[in-house]
């Protein structure tokens, strides 16, 4: 089966430049709580997702909807609309991980075609197929912390389709358990779908340089010849016995596009890009790249040098294979 390369539609603008730089998926989102990027400026409206599905599947590709949030107790409602929404758009599929959205979606929308999000951090044979089982999920989006050979044996444990991230923001947390976010802001990005929310970041410059803070705590500074980055405090710089360093992961990017034909032989069936927060421009010039490198893997080609082509895009111009190669075993 031919793997398939899903990327990301923060906006119209992006799902169409997407689809036309050759992707056979994107993913997208409602302009609400109920997905996991609801920055200011983003996502759809119903309508918005309705004339997004028309022309991508005028051009042969496929949108898959992510509600992939948390819902809040009392509070149904958004997600119930989202799932409504996603099935009159004729979206064709669903991205979930909240058990009681899957229990919802599987019994008043059974004919949405569900994947399980990787914020459910579902990666073991036994989490994949409880919701295999329980809410009939036909694809896995895997947490980024295996290895290939993890990949692969999981692939043989299972029965439903897997999806990965090959490129894009490297979260050194397993997604769906991310609070560090919260507790400086008071918002949980796996419920409010914010991480480090916008009105809580601030930078302040003195003769030091520049503090980067997020809540009123400062997260990182940079020297004046330093550019000043986005304060995640995943991602932030602190002070630890004695010692100043990004405690937790440095501010990197995954760049796994030469590990393309090692993923398909895993078993994988999609590769996902990330990021629903940048331009149609970022979105089509990463997806080319990609597109390029998935034809000649299933040509049976030798691969394309794609990282060093990507550098430019990649985080702080610094990239990663992540944990698809644990050199620290």
């Not at 998926?25 to 918005?48: H, I, K, M, W």
């Not at 419920?191 to 803070?213: I, L, Q």
Request: overall charge positive.
């Amino acid at each position: 089966m031919s793997i398939e390369l899903v990327c990301p539609a923060g906006t119209p603008a992006a799902l169409r430049a997407g689809v036309e730089a050759g992707a056979h998926a994107v993913y997208c989102g409602f302009r609400d709580e109920t997905n996991a990027r609801n920055f200011p400026g983003l996502n759809f409206s119903a309508q918005e997702l309705r004339e997004g599905v028309r022309f991508a599947h005028g051009h042969g590709a496929r949108v898959l909807v992510a509600i992939n949030t948390f819902a809040r107790a009392g509070a149904f409602e958004p997600w119930a609309q989202a799932l409504q929404n996603a099935e009159e758009a004729k979206a064709d599929a669903v991205i979930l991980a909240d058990i009681a959205v899957l229990d919802y979606c599987a019994t008043k929308h059974p004919n949405l075609r569900i994947h399980l999000s990787v914020q459910a951090a579902a990666a073991t044979p036994e989490a994949i197929g409880f919701y295999a089982d329980a809410f009939g999920v036909k694809r896995v989006v895997l947490p980024r912390v295996l290895s290939v050979e993890e990949i692969a044996a999981l692939n043989k444990a299972i029965g439903i389709e897997t999806e990965v991230f090959v490129f894009g923001g490297l979260c050194p947390m397993a997604e769906g358990r991310c609070a560090l976010s919260s507790y400086a802001t008071g918002r949980s990005p796996n419920m409010a779908g914010v991480c480090s929310p916008p009105e809580a970041v601030a930078y302040t410059e003195d003769r030091r340089g520049t503090a980067a803070t997020l809540g009123g705590f400062t997260i990182n500074r940079f020297q004046p010849s330093e550019q000043a980055g986005y304060p995640t405090l995943c991602k932030g710089r602190f002070v630890a016995g004695g010692k100043t360093s990004y405690l937790f992961e440095d501010p990197t990017s995954l760049n796994a596009a030469g590990l393309i034909a090692s993923l398909k032989a895993a078993g994988v069936t999609a590769l996902k890009i990330e990021g629903r927060q940048r331009g149609k421009g970022y979105v089509a010039e990463v997806v080319r790249m990609f597109r390029r490198v998935v034809d000649a893997v299933e040509a049976g080609k030798p691969p394309l040098e794609a990282e060093r082509a990507l550098q430019a895009l990649v985080e702080g111009g610094r990239q990663t294979s992540g944990a698809y190669k644990k050199s620290w075993r």
